[in-house]
């Protein structure tokens, strides 16, 4: 009879019980929500690495790295020191 009783006790409140069902249901949907931010973001570095391919660079891009990473500007340019 403890038996029975305390796997009927395990069944509500154990960690995979009936009391935690509503526990793991909202820890799934907060790891699908982060699941789909980071494919969105894999999606996003994607793209950036097949636009600096080397056999055919983005011309913008390479430009946008040049001058972020090197602070590189054209002759043309005017640049604007921000306080």
Known sequence: MAALLLMGAFAVA???GLLAWGENQRVLEQRRT???DLQDERDRLRN???LLAPD???P????????SNL???RPDEKVLLLP
């Open 34 to 36: 982060s699941l789909a």
């Open 56 to 58: 055919h660079v983005d």
């Open 48 to 50: 950036r690495v097949n």
């Open 60 to 67: 913008d891009l390479a430009g946008e790295l040049l001058r």
């Open 71 to 73: 602070n590189v500007a």
């Open 14 to 16: 154990g960690p995979s």
